[in-house]
């Protein structure tokens, strides 16, 4: 593909945006008008530029800030102002060279959480710079780490951190916090036991040839409870129960495959089961072990005993 000089420039114009690291606004330009700009460029006419200019400082949370000049905003208001003039010509490409990095730590949180919500909305290609590989984990679908101009592994925050692709990277992310970059769908594994029956002698049944003390209860394919063994022992032992009712549930906590794992750590740890993991049509879709968040803790230069005895065993 080859472009001449015009292409580029009409590429440039409609299709490619920026948001730049000290927020590159007119100080001279009120802030609508800084919006405005590349719509200007384009060529659009003022009244329908402005228009959708305001629409967009709504957008970011910059509604009665039209008229203030960048030298009356705080370094987060300009940065705001900044990403309203990128998405405002709905460009297909949105480039982010160290957006944030100029801004304290609460306001970059805020603008990440921004950003992400609005790509949620808007389906952009954005292509975002930062030396923050927080920032990359946290915002990044896929990330690309270059040292010394060549690219080095690229892949999704997932790759990056359990599979790094040389000493370099492995380095890079060492120092990471796993649990808050890491999701629960990473970790989860498939449900030990579904009791898919409404009776109790049934589900003993289901147990005992899974060898299993407790499994997690679904009808209609949707999660119902978790039960055990020893609970419906009791029930059935006695003539109230027949079929397995609410009450016989124990009482854990549900998680989603979204979820980081910080978020989910003190439910994981204190449990005396795997958290079942739902989705928003309350369907299983897995099971958070505490094995498996522990791995996530493991150096891997360093085996734990029982991976040890395991290559003990292969030699």
Not at 100 to 121: G, H, N, T, V
Not at 193 to 217: F, P
């Amino acid at each position: 593909m080859s472009f001449t000089a015009k292409d580029l420039e009409e590429f440039r114009r409609h299709k490619m945006s920026m948001v730049f690291q000290r927020f590159g606004l007119f100080p001279h330009r009120k802030v609508i008008d800084n919006v405005a700009y590349g719509l200007e460029v384009q060529g659009l006419e003022k009244s329908k530029r402005l228009e959708k200019a305001q629409e967009w400082l709504d957008t970011v949370g910059l509604q009665g800030y039209q008229d203030q000049y960048p030298s009356q905003l705080s370094g987060g208001q300009q940065q705001r102002v900044g990403l309203a003039r990128a998405l405002c010509t709905d460009a297909e490409i949105l480039l982010m060279d160290e957006a944030f990095s100029a801004l304290d730590p609460l306001i970059r949180s805020e603008m990440q959480d921004q950003l992400i919500e609005l790509q949620d909305k808007l389906h952009k290609t954005i292509i975002f710079i930062t030396h923050d590989l927080d920032e990359a984990l946290r915002i990044g679908d896929k990330i690309a780490i270059l040292k010394d101009g060549e690219l080095v592994q690229q892949g999704t925050p997932d790759d990056i951190l359990l599979n790094p692709a040389t000493d370099y990277v492995e380095a890079f992310v060492k120092d990471v916090n796993r649990a808050r970059a890491l999701t629960v769908e990473t970790v989860m594994q498939k449900p030990a036991l579904r009791i898919t029956t409404n009776t109790i002698e049934e589900a003993l049944k289901q147990m005992r040839r899974s060898n299993s003390d407790y499994g997690y209860h679904v009808t209609d394919d949707v999660y119902q409870g978790v039960i055990t063994e020893e609970t419906l022992e009791e029930a059935a032992s006695g003539d109230e129960f027949d079929s397995i009712e609410p009450c016989l549930y124990e009482e854990v906590p549900t998680i989603s495959s979204d979820d980081a794992i910080e978020a989910v750590l003190p439910e994981a740890i204190s449990s005396d089961y795997s958290l079942p993991v739902i989705n928003e049509e309350g369907e299983l879709e897995g099971a958070l072990e505490k094995e498996s968040v522990a791995d996530i803790f493991v150096d891997k230069e360093h085996p734990t005993e029982k991976e040890e005895e395991k290559q003990k065993e292969a030699s």
